[in-house]
């Protein structure tokens, strides 16, 4: 099992800038990924980390404006998020993948961020 536990969400203005974390416990994990969801719309995918190698990947709606990275001394997941939108607006989701596994098996609670226009 691995826990997850986000913070770091708020209501920020639109060009504004916030860093989301994401802190894990329990067993390895191999990759971490943020995913968002939208009122009315299904989740979708947002950045990822492999854990290990640094590997990051991104949706294109948010390449050049959040950055995704690791503190492994304190097994702690970051999101920065910079020139923030209204559209970006949606509970964050920090979820883990499990060593070997192809899915995303871990999930926090979800942080709220709302960008206002």
């Known amino acids: 099992q691995v826990q997850l536990v986000e913070s770091g969400g708020g209501l920020v203005q639109a060009g504004g800038s916030l860093r989301l974390s994401c802190a894990a416990s329990?067993?390895?994990?191999?990759?971490m990924g943020w995913f968002r969801q939208a009122p009315g719309k299904e989740r979708e995918f947002v950045a990822a980390?492999?854990?290990?190698?640094?590997?990051?990947y991104y949706a294109d709606s948010v390449k050049g404006r959040f950055t995704i990275s690791r503190d492994n001394a304190k097994i702690t997941g970051y999101l920065q998020m910079n020139s923030l939108k209204p559209e970006d607006t949606a509970v964050y989701y920090c979820?883990?993948?499990?060593?070997?596994?192809?899915?995303?098996?871990?999930w926090g609670q979800g942080t709220q961020v709302t960008v206002s226009s």
């Open positions: 979820a883990a993948r499990a060593l070997g596994s192809d899915t995303y098996s871990y």
């Open positions: 980390l492999s854990w290990h190698g640094g590997t990051t």
């Open positions: 329990g067993q390895t994990f191999h990759h």
